[in-house]
């Protein structure tokens, strides 16, 4: 069974703007995080931001996270093509010494050149 | 290594058939996770490890799952009996700590059961 929901669906933008996705989940969490996947391959790292924790960034990425709403947005500025991929929350459940993510179904971003 | 690799990239099996899916994890990781991905979906919990030992096999859908990593490196998902249910993408990763918090993806193993 899978926790968090992602929305939208799927998001096409044009190069150059912003990309916004949004993730919502059901249980209390240790830390949320989010991931990326390109086609043909594997789930990549993207950010981790712990409960405690309301807002935080990376390069052109920034997540918000809101406990009280069990909710996360990751917002990507100045979108690029090679952003084109499918992006995941998971969250982090600290149980029995070892940390289970529950993932969404993800978010497919096209970028358009 | 370089990364977590997994072998073969690309399964295809006859129902009835038995599978073995191998991941080699980054060397010195001490945790390793098994998850499923059904197409256009998120990654499903499977099974997860501990150096050798497994702590957790709840996510393994029957019995006809099973997963061993007997020297705490390379691990095997094996399913017997396959099913045309069972096709889906295998996902392998590990992290370094005892808790699993960053996990390092491979790229999978796609089994189509036919």
């Known amino acids: 069974s899978q926790q968090g929901e992602e929305d939208p669906q799927a998001l096409s933008i044009q190069e150059g703007e912003n990309a916004t996705m949004n993730c919502s989940y059901k249980?209390?969490?240790?830390?949320l995080q989010w991931y990326r996947q390109n086609s043909g391959r594997g789930l990549v790292h993207l950010i981790l931001?712990?409960?405690n924790e309301r807002e935080k960034h990376s390069g052109r990425l920034r997540v918000t996270l809101d406990t009280s709403k069990k909710s996360s947005s990751l917002l990507i500025t100045a979108s690029r093509a090679a952003d084109t991929a499918s992006y995941f929350c998971?969250?982090?459940?600290?149980?029995?010494?070892?940390?289970?993510?529950?993932w969404g179904a993800g978010t497919k971003l096209i970028i358009k050149p | 290594g370089a990364g977590v690799s997994q072998s073969p990239r690309y399964k295809v099996a006859k129902r009835g058939q038995d599978v073995a899916l191998r991941c080699d994890p980054i060397?010195?990781?001490?945790?390793l996770f098994w998850y499923q991905q059904a197409l256009g979906q998120g990654p499903e919990f499977l099974t997860y490890?501990?150096?050798?030992?497994?702590?957790?096999k709840s996510g393994l859908p029957s019995d006809r799952f099973f997963a061993e990593r007997p020297e705490g490196s390379v691990s095997t998902l094996k399913i017997q009996r396959t099913q045309q249910e069972d096709s889906a993408v295998y996902l392998c990763?590990?992290?370094?700590?005892?808790?699993?918090?960053?996990?390092?993806f491979g790229p999978g193993t796609r089994l189509t059961v036919t």
């Open positions: 998971a969250t982090a459940s600290y149980l029995d010494s070892n940390y289970q993510l529950i």
């Open positions: 249980t209390s969490i240790n830390n």
């Open positions: 931001i712990r409960s």
């Open positions: 060397s010195g990781h001490v945790s």
């Open positions: 490890f501990q150096n050798e030992a497994q702590l957790d």
């Open positions: 990763a590990s992290s370094l700590g005892r808790t699993g918090v960053e996990q390092y």
